[in-house]
Each structure stands twice: as structure tokens, then as C-alpha cells.
């Protein structure tokens, strides 16, 4: 309950306090190619209940889908605003609306598509007993995840054999130790993650 509620006083508190921010970003997306300015996919949260999780586009209109496809590492996908917002993590402002209506936490194992769900579905079994976040430890480390991926032949072996087992066990432990004061020091660290590259 006490999770909640801060996750509640916070996520509207900053869409309103960066109220400003997002609308100058919209504008932005939108004069670029006059197309959509949301990127939505389903991913699988809580209890393994699916849910639409929302990002600023930062891809072209062509490859910005809702599909499981994984393409990290291309770049010709970016737009010029995208590689600006993926960059600083502003193309994430949205999922604090996925955090106000319960979708999300602001700190939580990050929520994935059902292919990967599927690929460890034990693991994900115990981890989507908590609601899924926008931020974790396994985000923090793995903040430059995508061009990791970019510089190897096969980034999806890398992701499924490597990367992933390894948040897994980031996520069972931050299930297992979790609190609020934890919480709150996830987020400065990942704010100081962002401001420091």
C-alpha cells in the first residue's frame, strides 16, 4: 500500500511538474513526420496480465509497431528526435501514466513481451508476482543495453543466453530485498545514470 501510494504522489506529480517538457516533445515528434507520437506494445505485468505500455516514438512510423520483432541495434529505425530521447530516456515519460493507473511502479523488474516471458517461464512465474517498473538495478547496469546488441552478430542470442538470465537474477533479488527507501535511491541512481552520460 505505502509502494502505492508513492508511486501515485510521484507519477502524477511529475507528469504535471514536466507538463512542459512532454508538450514541447510532442510538438517536436509530430512536426518531424506529422505521424504518431506514441509508441505502444503490449508487455506482460503483473499476475502475467498483459497490459499497453506507452513511449514517445522514436522510430519511424514504418517500424514503430505493437510486434515482437527484435530489431536492437539498428539504428536506420531512429528518427532524429528519437535518438535525442533515447538517449536521455525522456521517450519513457510516458509510462508514468502506466504507473498512475496501475499498470506499472516507478521501481520494478522491467516489464518484457510474452517471447521472452515465454523463454523463462519459470523465472517470470515468481518475478510478475510484483508489478512490473520503469526503473530497476538491471536498468541501471544495463542502461547502454542497446549498443551492446548493436556491436555483435547475433544480438538476440546475446540478449536470451546473457543478458536476460542475468536481469532475472537482478529481479529475484530486488523482489526478495525490496523498500521504499530502496525505491527512492533506485531513482536518484538512475537519474544520476542519465545526467552522467
Known amino acids: 500500500m505505502v509502494k502505492r ?3 501515485i504522489l510521484t507519477s502524477a506529480s511529475m507528469l504535471i511538474i514536466l507538463l512542459p517538457v512532454e508538450i514541447i516533445i510532442v510538438l517536436i515528434i509530430y512536426n518531424e513526420d506529422r505521424k504518431s507520437i506514441f509508441f505502444k506494445q503490449k508487455r506482460i505485468g503483473l499476475n502475467k496480465k498483459p497490459f499497453t505500455l506507452y513511449k514517445f516514438r522514436s522510430m519511424s512510423i514504418v517500424n514503430a509497431t505493437s510486434n515482437e520483432n527484435f530489431d536492437a541495434g539498428d539504428q536506420s529505425r531512429i528518427t532524429r528526435i528519437g535518438k535525442i530521447l533515447r538517449k536521455t530516456k525522456l521517450d519513457e ?6 504507473v498512475l493507473i496501475g499498470d506499472m511502479s516507478l521501481v520494478g523488474p522491467r516489464p518484457e513481451v510474452k517471447k521472452w516471458v515465454d523463454f523463462y517461464p519459470q523465472q517470470w512465474a515468481y518475478i510478475l508476482t510484483m508489478k512490473p517498473g520503469i ?6 547496469l544495463y542502461r547502454n543495453e542497446e549498443e551492446i546488441l548493436a556491436k555483435v552478430v547475433n544480438p538476440e542470442k546475446l540478449y536470451g543466453e ?6 532475472l537474477n537482478i529481479y529475484k533479488d530486488y523482489i526478495l530485498n525490496h523498500s521504499l527507501i530502496g525505491d527512492i535511491q533506485i531513482i536518484f541512481r538512475t537519474i544520476f545514470s542519465i545526467v552522467k552520460h
Do not use: G
Not at 93 to 98: D, E
Not at 135 to 140: F, K
Open 5 to 7: 501510494v508513492f508511486d
Open 135 to 140: 526503473t530497476d538495478n538491471a536498468s541501471i
Open 162 to 167: 546473457i543478458i536476460l538470465p542475468q536481469k
Open 93 to 98: 515519460l510516458p509510462q508514468l501514466y502506466n
